[in-house]
């Protein structure tokens, strides 16, 4: 069966992006032309996703806004000639069916995908997290299916490896690795760095098989007092088997404003016109 569904979980406050996510949420704010959120999807839908969840909290609802028709601005656009982003924003629209859940309580990374739980269609579905941002050719979650479609009992995550002290800003896995991927024996919320089972963290790429949703209601709270993806993941490696891959794209931490600067720099140099790459060559000169 194909995998159609992808869980984004985006109820979170931002913290890390104050001020700018006090009244703005974090995943509506600009990598060069567009939200960070839309840079995500677009991923999703290059790797053939058609359904996004999107769950979201108080607040948030604008998230939602984004990828909905706007029928007035869309007249107006229209009546002033300007049809290509009326037909940009009719595009996105029907790009794909968009579902957004709420999760009431901020319980934790697990409890937000167990949020999703009720629009998920399908054997496997997938996780995106918009702090991870991938950008360029092929897309990061298109490694990721790829890798699935071997072996769809499996969970498949994305890695990246980090520097031994930052072990406490991510899940971390350890196993043995066959070619290109490592089949995960162990996987640790934010631990230690002499804890940490190697130097590859999990980055917020997953395909996970529907089991996922039966280990998380039962998952008791774990690091930080939270219900952790992570932890479920443990029990799903135990039993159907867990694999990661490094994605072929490049990562930006979008959770962070020097992250979401440097992901908008790379985004003006790949996409912006010869003026604008002119332009910011000669500002980063000076
Ligand atoms: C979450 C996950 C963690 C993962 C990280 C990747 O943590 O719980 O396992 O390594 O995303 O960005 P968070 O950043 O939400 O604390």
């Known amino acids: 069966m194909t995998i159609s569904t992808a869980i984004i979980p985006a109820a979170g406050w931002g913290t890390r992006m104050l001020p700018a996510s006090f009244s703005v949420p974090k995943e509506l704010l600009p990598v060069f032309d567009r939200p960070s959120i839309d840079w995500v999807v677009a991923e999703a839908l290059a790797a053939g996703i058609t359904r996004i969840v999107l769950v979201t909290g108080r607040g948030k609802s604008g998230l939602m806004d984004h990828f909905d028709r706007h029928p007035h601005l869309e007249a107006l656009l229209r009546r002033s000639g300007k049809d ?8 996105r629209a029907r790009s794909a069916t968009f579902i957004e859940l709420r999760q009431g309580d901020a319980r934790g990374l697990g409890h937000a995908v ?13 996780v995106l997290l918009p702090d991870d941002l991938y950008l360029g050719e092929p897309p990061a979650l298109g490694d990721l299916i790829a890798l699935s479609e071997q072996a769809p009992n499996k969970g498949v995550i994305g890695l990246l490896e980090v520097e031994p002290q930052d072990s406490r800003k991510y899940g971390m896995v350890g196993g043995t690795w066959q070619g290109d991927h490592m089949v995960i024996d162990r996987l640790v919320e934010k631990p230690e760095p002499h804890d940490a089972p190697s130097n590859y963290a999990i980055t917020g790429r997953y395909i996970l098989p529907t089991q996922v949703f039966d280990l998380l209601q039962q998952q008791g709270s774990g690091a930080l007092g939270e219900i952790q993806l992570t932890d479920a993941l443990q029990g799903l490696a135990l039993d159907k088997g867990m694999l990661g891959l490094v994605p072929k794209a490049r990562r930006f931490d979008a959770g962070d404003p020097e992250g979401l600067l440097i992901a908008g720099l790379r985004c003006a140099l790949d996409h912006g016109s010869a003026e604008l790459r002119a332009r910011a060559q000669s500002e980063l000169g000076r």
Not at 84 to 91: N, S
């Open 84 to 91: 290509q982003p009326a037909d940009l924003i009719v595009e």
């Open 114 to 126: 167990l949020c999703g739980e009720p629009a998920t269609r399908g054997d496997r579905v997938a």
